[in-house]
């Protein structure tokens, strides 16, 4: 099957998958339920919705383990089944993938703070991602996307872990927010800051996902592709949440996405998905979009 680097020489952009929890909603994951125990327990849904992405025409499907670190998973009472929780993650995508996409393990954010600001040392923190990442290895995973960042600290840490234990490529896509004085992270990190240190330190793909919906993300995509040579990665949420009725509603369409993909191109985006609110119909009008582009 051809690598991440094959993929990206023959096409002008690959499509990437959409979110994974408004998938699990309509499956009825119920609110505050740890989505990485359905790898165990119901894992024909696990991979319906990895199958529901690659048959939209994804080109790089992740897995259902963004909250599969030891951190996330004593919360939740599955810090003793990690490496079995994360390797059937990787598993269902894998057998979901087949030969038509890759599989990145998704790895996000402990939750937890680093020293100076909480008590995890860099070490520690480093030996927590690599152990939910032998696991995804383990699974089968061609690659890791370490998502959703806000600490630049943390985010190298992840990609240390994954640089350390596995020979893969690795993504690392950091979250930001428009503010007074332009996008930065919650911990003030901005996208220029982020690029040149986490290639500095390795990264094979450089991004941003979540956040913004497309017109920012489209902005943000600018910044990044100023500061790295990396391939960047993309995944925008289906515009700005809003409550509606008591419920998280995300109302930009997939004609209005995929309407702004060749911008987001433009901008330097070379793998390009969806976040919070986004569908298999948005990743299949992101796949019709880019056929026109190549």
């Not at 990690?82 to 990787?90: H, P, S």
Request: net charge negative.
């Amino acid at each position: 099957m051809p690598s991440l680097e094959q993929r990206l020489s023959a096409k002008n952009v690959l499509i990437a998958d959409g979110g994974w929890g408004t998938q699990f909603a309509n499956l009825g994951l119920p609110p505050g339920e740890a989505p990485e125990k359905w790898n165990l327990d119901r894992p024909d849904d696990v991979r319906s919705v990895a199958e529901s992405y690659v048959t939209a025409g994804a080109d790089v499907i992740l897995t259902n383990t963004f909250g599969g670190s030891r951190y996330k998973l004593e919360k939740v009472g599955l810090a003793d089944r990690l490496a079995e929780v994360n390797r059937a993650g990787a598993e269902l995508s894998k057998q979901a993938a087949g030969e038509a996409a890759l599989v990145f393990a998704s790895v996000g954010p402990t939750g937890e703070f680093m020293e100076p600001v909480g008590t995890i040392t860099e070490t520690d923190m480093v030996a927590c991602f690599a152990e939910q990442i032998r696991a995804l290895i383990d699974g089968g995973a061609d690659g890791i996307v370490v998502e959703t960042m806000m600490d630049l600290g943390e985010a190298r840490a992840a990609l240390k872990a994954a640089k350390d234990t596995a020979a893969c490529p690795v993504v690392v896509s950091m979250t930001y927010e428009k503010g007074a004085k332009g996008y930065a992270t919650m911990m003030g990190v901005t996208p220029e800051q982020a690029a040149a240190e986490l290639e500095a330190a390795g990264a094979d793909v450089i991004g941003a996902n979540c956040g913004a919906g497309m017109d920012r993300m489209i902005e943000m995509i600018q910044l990044l592709r100023h500061a790295t040579g990396r391939p960047i990665w993309a995944k925008p949420n289906a515009g700005l949440p809003q409550l509606i009725e008591g419920k998280t509603v995300f109302k930009e369409t997939p004609e209005q996405m995929a309407q702004l993909l060749p911008a987001l191109v433009q901008a330097g985006a070379a793998i390009i998905g969806g976040c919070c609110g986004t569908t298999p119909d948005h990743i299949r009008a992101f796949k019709e979009v880019s056929r026109t582009l190549s």
